[in-house]
């Protein structure tokens, strides 16, 4: 993950939160598909069961109530994976973007204005992500 410099961090709010098992990327798919698409339903099983839960979690813990970020937002994603079957980075990236937006923590993925994103080989049973998500430190959120 890239360090800002010290006057940056205390001017930006950061949420952090990780997902821990086998990521799965997204998967483009027609209407029709996400009937019938064995992939899409281990996507969408994966973004509602999971990171979605990862993200309800992170919000509760830290604000102790459910917020709606209305600023532009910043995406540090880090994509942990063991073997050598994976998916795209971008499309790992475009998951998390969905999952964020459907908790309701954004109001619209339009709104991440900067990401980072980076895949790391891990051993098998280690498999992760790690987001960490920072937007302006103002009080009308």
């Not at 339903?41 to 990171?51: P, W």
């Not at 994976?86 to 991440?112: C, H, M, P, W």
């Not at 204005?113 to 980076?118: K, P, R, V």
């Amino acid at each position: 993950m890239v360090s800002l410099p010290l006057s940056i961090v205390l001017t930006h709010k950061k949420l952090f939160f990780e997902v821990q098992g086998k990521p799965v990327p997204y998967t483009r798919t027609t209407q029709r598909g996400k009937f019938m698409s064995k992939q899409f339903a281990r996507y969408n099983s994966y973004t509602h069961g999971q990171v979605i839960p990862a993200i309800h979690s992170a919000v509760w813990r830290k604000y102790k109530k459910f917020i709606t970020i209305k600023k532009d937002i910043s995406l540090y994603i880090d994509v942990f994976i063991s073997g050598k079957k994976r998916g795209d980075l971008s499309n790992y990236i475009k998951g998390i973007e969905d999952a964020v937006q459907a908790s309701k923590f954004i109001a619209n993925d339009k709104q991440t204005t900067y990401i980072s994103g980076q895949l790391h080989s891990c051993q098998p049973g280690e498999d992760k992500i790690e987001v960490s998500i920072q937007w302006e430190d103002t009080e009308d959120e």
